[in-house]
Every structure is written in structure tokens, then in C-alpha cells.
């Protein structure tokens, strides 16, 4: 949640981290991800000669350290409205907050969260990176429990997703969620020409079947969200990417 912490490491660490998810994707964590029959197939990610791929939107800051593993790896960037985005933030750190923190499960969690700590620094510390980094952030963090930092967090994102093709042209497609949803046809054909792939008319059928479009700025049912979105309206970034005036 604070992207600054990384743009501030240093080559060394940023050599290290390298190295250190190279260890991961060619070890036995793969296994969670590749499933039996891919694990003892290939002997590594790198020798996969299939479609693959994985969503997790910290790559959007964590990319230089993925493009140096995967340099032939094409990045999808998909956004959505910041409100959706702040409220969808402020509702996972709220599950994460009772998880954690309830009155049920507070001690047990904590006792579990300093036992994974201590394996994290054990399995990691070779090499002497670990003391730059902390290995296991924590699943609770303040800086996205309102809107309004959510809010930072998003503009943050967006402003290196939005600079993903001075730096990889050519190897970037950006996606409008809301576009998407709107025309979903267009935009799956847009993907498919992208990646390279191609969908049987059944497939894509079931696609389109499953998308709720309902998602789409979802935050205009609720009046404090609205109230919010009129407060930031006026944003550049905003009014760049379209989002200044919205309509169900």
C-alpha cells in the first residue's frame, strides 16, 4: 500500500529480490501453482510452453523485478474508477481487521502471524537481503482503511501504470474496466489479439455470461461514496482518464 517504500530500495536489494523469486518460482512453491501434472513436467516457469499468467495488481510496482525473469512478458493493465477502487480497498482491510484483531481470534492469530515471521526471516536471510526488507508484510494496514487513502493509493498505482508504456512499448494493453463491461465482445476480442490467444464461440459465450455489469461504478447506490466522488471530481488524473463525469 506504500509504493514508496519500494521505489526507494536500492540496486542491491532490487538484485536480490530478483534472486529471491527466481529461488521461489523454480523451487517446490511452484507446485501450489502449477498443479501435479504441470510440477513434474516442466522444470521450471521459464520452460513452460503453454498460456500462462497471473493477476495480482502489485505488479503494476513490483514489474521491473518480473521483467527481468519474464522479459518476453506482456503486461495487461486493467483500472477501474478510484471510488470503486477506494471502497473495494477500505471493505478488505475491514475482513482483514476482524480477521486479525476479533476477539476470537486475536491470540491465535498473533501467535501464528510471529511463527510465520520467524520462518519468513529464516528461509530468506541467505544472502544478508532480508535485513533491507521486511519479508512478510502485514495483512492489515491503515493506509487504505478510509476512502480517502484509498484514494492516494490509487493515484499512486495509476501514475506508474499510466508510464508502463514509455518503459515496455509495445509489450503494454490498458483496460478500462468500465469500457470492458460496456462492451465486453470488443474487448475480449482486444485481449485475445493482444496475447495471442483465440476462445471457441462456446467459451466466449460463458465468458459473457458470468461478467456482472452491475460492477460497473458500482459506488453511485451509495450516497457517502457519492458525496466523496464529487470532492475529487475536479482531479486531473481524473478528467485524463474520463472519470470525472460518470452516469449508470
Not at 64 to 92: E, T
Not at 214 to 243: C, M, N, S, W
Request: aromatic share 14%.
Amino acid at each position: 500500500d506504500n509504493v514508496r517504500q519500494f521505489d526507494a530500495m536500492d540496486n542491491f536489494t532490487r538484485r536480490q529480490l530478483v534472486r529471491v523469486a527466481q529461488r521461489h518460482i523454480n523451487g517446490i512453491r511452484r507446485f501450489s501453482f502449477l498443479g501435479p501434472g504441470c510440477f513434474f513436467r516442466y522444470p521450471g516457469l521459464e520452460a513452460l510452453d503453454i498460456p500462462w499468467g497471473w493477476k495480482d495488481p502489485r505488479n503494476t510496482i513490483t514489474i521491473d523485478i518480473w521483467k527481468q525473469i519474464f522479459p518476453k512478458a506482456r503486461i495487461i493493465h486493467v483500472f477501474r474508477h478510484p471510488v470503486d477502487v477506494a471502497q473495494s480497498l477500505r471493505k478488505r482491510e475491514e475482513r482483514a481487521h476482524r480477521l486479525l484483531f476479533g476477539p476470537q481470534t486475536k491470540l491465535r492469530n498473533t501467535h501464528i502471524f510471529k511463527a510465520r515471521l520467524k520462518w519468513k526471516e529464516f528461509f530468506l536471510s541467505p544472502g544478508g537481503w532480508y535485513p533491507y526488507m521486511p519479508a512478510t508484510p502485514s495483512l492489515y494496514s491503515r493506509s487504505v482503511s478510509t476512502i480517502d487513502n484509498g484514494f492516494r493509493v490509487w493515484k499512486d498505482y495509476m501514475e506508474r501504470g499510466l508510464d508502463l508504456d514509455r518503459r515496455f512499448s509495445g509489450d503494454v494493453l490498458h483496460i478500462r474496466y468500465e469500457s470492458f463491461l460496456e462492451q465486453p465482445r470488443e474487448g475480449l476480442e482486444q485481449l485475445f489479439e493482444f496475447t495471442g490467444l483465440s476462445a471457441t464461440p462456446a467459451t466466449i459465450g460463458r465468458i459473457l455470461q458470468d461478467l456482472d455489469a452491475g460492477r460497473k461504478f458500482a459506488f453511485l447506490t451509495d450516497p457517502e461514496l457519492v458525496g466523496f466522488f464529487q470532492t475529487i471530481q475536479d482531479e486531473p488524473l481524473l478528467q485524463k482518464l474520463h472519470y470525472h463525469t460518470v452516469s449508470s
